[in-house]
């Protein structure tokens, strides 16, 4: 048995699915594409799929990874490429590799986030940044099935700037918000902590210290994931070992750090 594991995006308005569409979606790619996916055993066989940790409905992603089981021997470039062509356009297969080593959701510790915010000036953007990470902790709250539950958004934040707003990078990432008016774009690096810190905790802690609330719902990408380099700052590849147990580099590849401005702990 061969297992794979897949890089796909969230682009544009379909950033709007929830994990459970993109299931539906993948699984009827496999089909059309004629994977030879390995079953799970019992009365009620379905194929060995695994995801890892993907992002809330309503965020746009550059990196969210799942894992396959197959029972024959493929090319990961191929089967990504075949793959791909049978996903709805903003729903991407970008990178495959043949999986090695450990536990792949253990290497996922941090991401990278964008946060635009328009509405928001940079200069206004930076001094909430300022009073966040001065902060010893931010007390957010949040709607769980238990009811209102309050945690410190603070600790689990490596950096936070604010970064250069580009053209290019809505582009690429299929945003379709507004263009004209004041805009700041932040930068969040998160370790991946228990509970989960997501951006629009951040953004509850920015409101919380300094009064921060944009006047449209800000567009948040996830940008990275991975490995968490905590003297750099950097949140680096996951593939990375998996490519370097292979003789040959497999599937198309994609840089191996996301580099964040600083910003202290």
């Known amino acids: 048995m061969q297992r794979l594991r897949l890089r796909y995006t969230k682009r ?122 001065a902060a010893e902790s931010v007390e957010v709250q949040r709607q769980t099935k238990k009811g209102i539950r309050s945690f410190d958004a603070r600790a689990a934040v490596r950096s936070l700037t604010v970064a250069a707003q580009s053209a290019e990078a809505d582009a690429s990432t299929g945003a379709d918000r507004p263009g004209k008016g004041a805009c700041a774009i932040l930068r969040l690096v998160v370790r991946h902590v228990t509970p989960a810190v997501r951006p629009d905790d951040v953004l509850s802690g920015l409101r919380a210290t300094a009064d921060l609330a944009p006047p449209v719902a800000a567009a948040v990408t996830r940008l990275a994931q991975g490995p968490l380099d905590e003297e750099s700052g950097t949140v680096t590849d996951p593939f990375a070992p998996d490519r370097d147990a292979l003789p040959e580099p497999i599937g198309s590849g994609i840089s191996s750090a996301a580099t964040v401005p600083g910003g202290a702990a």
């Open 12 to 133: 544009g308005r379909l950033r709007f699915t929830s994990h459970r569409d993109f299931q539906r979606a993948f699984e009827r790619a496999l089909r059309r594409a004629e994977v030879p996916m390995a079953y799970s055993a019992g009365f009620t066989p379905h194929p060995k799929v695994s995801y890892a940790n993907a992002a809330p409905t309503g965020t746009g992603s550059e990196a969210e990874y799942l894992e396959i089981a197959l029972a024959r021997q493929c090319d990961a470039e191929q089967l990504r490429a075949l793959l791909d062509s049978c996903m709805p356009d903003g729903l991407d297969i970008v990178d495959a590799v043949e999986a090695n080593g450990s536990d792949f959701s253990d290497r996922l510790q941090a991401s990278v986030w964008e946060l635009r915010l328009d509405g928001v000036t940079p200069q206004e953007a930076q001094q909430a940044a300022d009073a966040f990470l």
